[in-house]
T-cell receptor
Framework: DQQVKQNSPSLSVQEGRISILNCDYTNSMFDYFLWYKKYPAEGPTFLISISSIKDKNEDGRFTVFLNKSAKHLSLHIVPSQPGDSAVYFCAASGRSSNTGKLIFGQGTTLQVKP | DTEVTQTPKHLVMGMTNKKSLKCEQH?????MYWYKQKAKKPPELMFV???????INESVPSRFSPECPNSSLLNLHLHALQPEDSALYLC?????????????????FGSGTQLSVL
């Protein structure tokens, strides 16, 4: 039972354009969402997060949007840079769940072409 | 120091070997985690230590044995592993324990140990 889903395994965009990565979740008890970025042979690094009391959080080139009614969140990167090429994981947790642990999506590989 | 350090980076072991993975953080974080990640799959939680005590075991086989000697160190002892245990093993830490993780908490991950079991 996949509670966090990233349905696009890969995405390719041109440098300077917008990258939009999508994530869907099924558990309505999730109240905190994060995006992690992972380069090969490295651990995931935290990128940006959003609490369920908000619908948008922005940090520089990165913006996360949350649509609670649709159980959907997205990560926008603008402008995209070649250094953004990596695997992006969406993750969710619920304070009211039994453990509060992070549940990860399968990841989306982003390639930004120069 | 905002790093989680894992050693070794790569490990090859036979099914009869005993080995240990090590993890260290000096951020004063109170929770430490072991995750397992297979190729093209998301990280999966194995164990959580809160205040140096095992708080979550995600039904991990006993051939994996975690240990938290102190608040900065986390070990994963490996014995009689199977080839299907080959994966990237990630250590992580967070300032607060999992029960607080829904309140704007995040995990800091190490680079992982790439384990191959022959």
């Amino acid at each position: 039972d996949q509670q966090v889903k990233q349905n696009s395994p890969s995405l390719s965009v041109q440098e300077g354009r917008i990258s939009i990565l999508n994530c869907d979740y099924t558990n309505s008890m999730f109240d905190y969402f994060l995006w992690y970025k992972k380069y090969p042979a490295e651990g995931p690094t935290f990128l940006i997060s959003i609490s369920s009391i908000k619908d948008k959080n922005e940090d520089g080139r990165f913006t996360v949007f949350l649509n609670k009614s649709a159980k959907h969140l997205s990560l926008h990167i603008v402008p995209s840079q070649p250094g953004d090429s990596a695997v992006y994981f969406c993750a969710a947790s619920g304070r009211s769940s039994n453990t509060g642990k992070l549940i990860f999506g399968q990841g989306t590989t982003l390639q930004v072409k120069p | 120091d905002t790093e989680v350090t894992q050693t070794p980076k790569h490990l090859v072991m036979g099914m009869t070997n005993k080995k240990s993975l090590k993890c260290e953080q000096h951020m004063g974080h109170r929770a430490m985690y072991w995750y397992k990640q297979k190729a093209k799959k998301p990280p999966e939680l194995m164990f959580v230590y809160s205040y140096e005590k095992l708080s979550i075991n995600e039904s991990v086989p006993s051939r994996f044995s975690p240990e938290c000697p102190n608040s900065s160190l986390l070990n994963l002892h490996l014995h009689a592993l199977q080839p299907e245990d080959s994966a990237l093993y990630l250590c992580a830490s967070s300032q607060r324990t999992p029960q607080g993780i829904g309140t704007n908490e995040k995990l800091f991950f190490g680079s992982g140990t790439q384990l191959s079991v022959l």
